[in-house]
């Protein structure tokens, strides 16, 4: 019985593994304030933020924890039907490391930079978001997600993500088409909203080889970054370690089916394990 007991521990450790990997999503689009507020790509309300939300919960069905020192992101969340705990970031006592915990909340989510010219957070609240992140990391590593938005002419905006994405300022405002990573995981490109930053290409510029591109730009640049220019970042299966991330690349948490499928296989090997003591025994 003690192999049975170590057999289904491995099992267990197996599977705890598989779940506790977050994803990540970071964009030079300010959503929060475009798609819901401002009447930019008419078309396509909310349909960028409605994507990122899917992508960083996950299976999860617990809310989101959201960072907005205004009410764009919220408002956004509420009119999509998007469940989520705000909490003002311009209050440093509002912010507790207890908070980064999966038993609560499925992600995180902090709305775009004032810079933007319009949106919510400004650098107090993004230096106190930042001053948690090492317990964001961890948050991330027990399988909770990230969305940011605009970090625009911030250079901090980005601080709290473990190994930080680059941010480039100035953007076009069209051009854009969603990767085949992008498409993978339902996230479409926004095009006819102003755009306020860019990122480098994971491997170049310093980015983290970890990143992978989601949306982008392939005929604008910002004079900084040429084109391909990627706008909409998404690191997949992420985990990090002190400061650096690592992508597994692989689904943040393992589908209904693929539980159930766990669980008969547990009582399967269960099974076979008993009967073969008993066969043994005779």
């Known amino acids: 019985m003690k192999k049975f007991s170590k057999i289904l521990v491995a099992f267990s450790v197996t599977a705890a593994a598989v779940m506790a990997q977050g994803n990540v999503v970071v964009t030079g689009h300010d959503d929060d304030y475009h798609q819901m507020y401002d009447g930019g790509a008419t078309s396509q309300p909310g349909l960028q933020i409605a994507a990122f939300a899917s992508f960083v919960k996950g299976h999860s069905t617990k809310p989101l924890l959201v ?22 970031p311009d209050v440093a006592a509002n912010i507790t490391n207890a908070m980064f915990s999966t038993a609560t909340y499925s992600a995180i989510a902090v709305a775009s930079d004032s810079g933007c010219g319009g949106c919510d957070n400004d650098s107090t609240g993004e230096a106190n978001i930042a001053s948690h992140s090492a317990a964001i990391g961890a948050f ?28 480039v300022g100035g953007a076009p405002s069209s051009g854009y088409t969603a990767t085949t990573l992008g498409t993978s995981h339902g996230i479409p490109a926004v095009n006819g909203d102003a755009t306020h930053n860019l990122f480098y290409n994971p491997g170049s510029g310093g980015e983290s080889t970890a990143w992978q591109i989601a949306e982008i730009n392939a005929t604008t640049g910002n004079g900084t970054i040429m084109p391909p220019a990627a706008v909409t970042l998404a690191c997949v299966s992420c985990t990090v370690t002190g400061t650096t991330l690592g992508s ?16 008969i296989g547990l009582a399967a090997l269960a099974v076979f394990y008993l009967a073969g003591r008993k066969f043994a025994a005779r």
């Open 67 to 88: 960072f907005d020192h205004g009410s764009e992101l919220t408002g956004g969340l509420t009119a999509l039907g998007i469940a989520y705990t705000n909490v003002d």
């Open 140 to 167: 991330l590593n027990a399988g909770g997600g990230i969305m940011a938005f605009a970090g625009a002419t911030s250079a901090n905006y980005y601080a709290f993500i473990p190994q930080t994405p680059s941010s």
């Open 248 to 263: 597994g690349g692989t689904p943040t948490t393992p589908a209904p089916s693929s539980l159930l499928l766990l669980g």
